[in-house]
Nanobody
Framework: QVQLVESGGGLVQTGGSLRLSCAAS????????MGWFRQAPGKERQFVAA????????YYANSVKGRFSISRDNAKNTVYLQMNSLKPEDTAAYYC???????????????????WGQGTQVTVSS
């Protein structure tokens, strides 16, 4: 069983930055692909970024490429999402997720991820 707890969300102006953190329980964190997803009101949950178990490989949605950066610290059981140049369309609840079946990134489908955090709200004002 893996428990994920996100933090770091908040209100920021357009062009600003935020850093989300996701702390994971359990000793097998370093074996999992980790991902970030987001969900705006009335919309489906969408993929944002993923990182392999070792941290060597990352993958981003086109909408955030060049602005967001995912990283992980396996010694601290934590994955991060650095968000720069934020836009109003980035406003959403952001969720951390773990794919316990893989060490390398499989894809962007949220159904591949079997553990989820409770989410943290990011609001970007124009």
């Amino acid at each position: 069983q893996v428990q994920l707890v996100e933090s770091g969300g908040g209100l920021v102006q357009t062009g600003g930055s935020l850093r989300l953190s996701c702390a994971a329980s359990g000793r097998t964190f370093s074996r999992y692909v980790m991902g970030w997803f987001r969900q705006a009101p009335g919309k489906e949950r969408q993929f944002v970024a993923a990182i392999s178990a070792t941290g060597y490989t990352t993958y981003y949605a086109n909408s955030v490429k060049g602005r967001f950066s995912i990283s992980r610290d396996n010694a601290k059981n934590t994955v991060y999402l650095q968000m720069n140049s934020l836009k109003p369309e980035d406003t959403a609840a952001y969720y951390c997720a773990a794919d316990s079946s893989r060490r390398t990134i499989g894809g962007t489908d949220r159904r591949e991820y079997d553990y989820w955090g409770q989410g943290t709200q990011v609001t970007v004002s124009s």
